[in-house]
């Protein structure tokens, strides 16, 4: 059994104020606040992890392997992502913690495999940031952050030439498929626009986006009669109209360019389309929870209202929102 010893808690929060000296088979793990640096705290959280993966260790920890982890890692960035939305600094380094732990998970994993250790990790990284600075740790100028990103995506491609892995030439050829769509959309639009392929104003995007609206209209003219309509309630697909595979396929293409067009607008304007797309989701479930919960005062539900009161009581809880704004300005 591991043996804890020098250890002072000093209240119910489980704050340390003296040293903690936890010994296990084979290796010594200190915790407390007496660590004179981060690269003793980084230390520290990497023997954690590789004493959880270690016989006598954590049961689910060990049976984890590279795939049942995967989903963990997205979670954990998402909810990173939750607490930079909502300003939450406390919960960001939490936060952050959970995340930098997929990190250390994947490496004990790969190192009791042999293929890497977290010391490659570091080091590959340290490698990458300096090489790829070299306006910062070597003489090439790059005064504007424009400039920096040029380097930085023409470092990238040497670097694959370099490492044998430049089959693939296009400059697009480097975005990952598994990203997010939205993601994926800004990346490849964001590549193509470094290398010049870009509307000379916001006003053709515009344009652009009225011509894909445009061509969606179109395609509806062959929507089964009586058109495109609110699907019904109740078990999944009852009510919907059959829609000829073709016209789907056709349909779900212009779907798909207009939400292209309005990637790139984002990007146009500096603006991060998963953010920006993540706060409307928020802004609609809190307003759409307002509206509930004024039903419910009344005794009713959503699906007993009438659309007439459900926008009357949406336009109230836009209102809602406006007036803390406007006390605090």
């Known amino acids: ?46 023997s954690i992890m590789e004493r959880l993966r270690a016989p006598g260790g954590c049961p689910w920890d060990q049976e984890q392997t590279f795939d049942t982890i995967k989903p963990y890692t997205l979670e954990e960035t998402y909810e990173v992502l939750e607490a930079i939305d909502n300003r939450d600094w406390p919960e960001l380094a939490g936060e952050l913690g959970d995340l930098l732990l997929q990190v250390l998970f994947y490496a004990e994993m790969a190192n009791e495999q042999k293929s890497f250790s977290i010391d490659d990790v570091l080091d590959r990284l340290s490698s990458k940031l300096i090489n790829r600075h070299p306006h910062v740790f070597g003489d090439v100028k790059a005064d504007t952050s424009a400039e920096v990103k040029k380097n930085w995506e023409a470092l990238k491609v040497e670097e694959k030439k370099q490492q044998g892995k430049a089959k693939d030439t296009s400059i697009l050829g480097g975005v990952s498929t598994a990203m997010p769509s939205l993601m ?33 209209r179109e395609e509806l003219k062959e929507f089964p009669a009586p058109g495109p309509r609110p699907q019904g309630l109740g078990v999944a697909g009852s009510g919907r109209t059959i829609v000829p595979e073709a016209l789907q ?3 779900e293409e212009e779907v798909g360019d207009l939400f292209f067009v309005l990637v790139n607008i984002a990007r146009y304007l500096s603006v991060d389309p998963e953010s920006a797309l993540r706060k409307s989701n928020r802004k609609f479930k809190r307003r759409f929870q307002w509206v509930e919960a004024r039903l419910a005062e009344s005794g009713r539900t959503v699906d007993k209202a009438s ?23």
């Not at 659309?307 to 300005?329: F, H, I, T």
């Open 184 to 216: 994926e959309a800004s990346k490849l639009s964001s590549r193509a626009a470094q290398a010049g392929f870009d509307w000379p104003n916001v006003e053709g995007l515009f344009d652009k986006l009225h011509e894909e609206t445009v061509e969606l």
């Open 307 to 329: 659309m007439e009161d459900l926008e009357s009581l949406w336009r109230q809880a836009k209102a809602e929102e406006k007036r803390p704004a406007e006390k605090s300005a």
């Open 1 to 46: 059994m591991p043996k804890v010893t020098d250890a002072l808690v000093t209240n119910g929060d489980f704050h340390v104020s003296s040293i903690a000296r936890i010994e296990v088979p084979g290796s010594v793990i200190y915790i407390g606040s007496l660590m004179s640096s981060t690269g003793e705290r980084f230390e520290r959280a990497v």
């Open 249 to 251: 396929s056709r349909m």
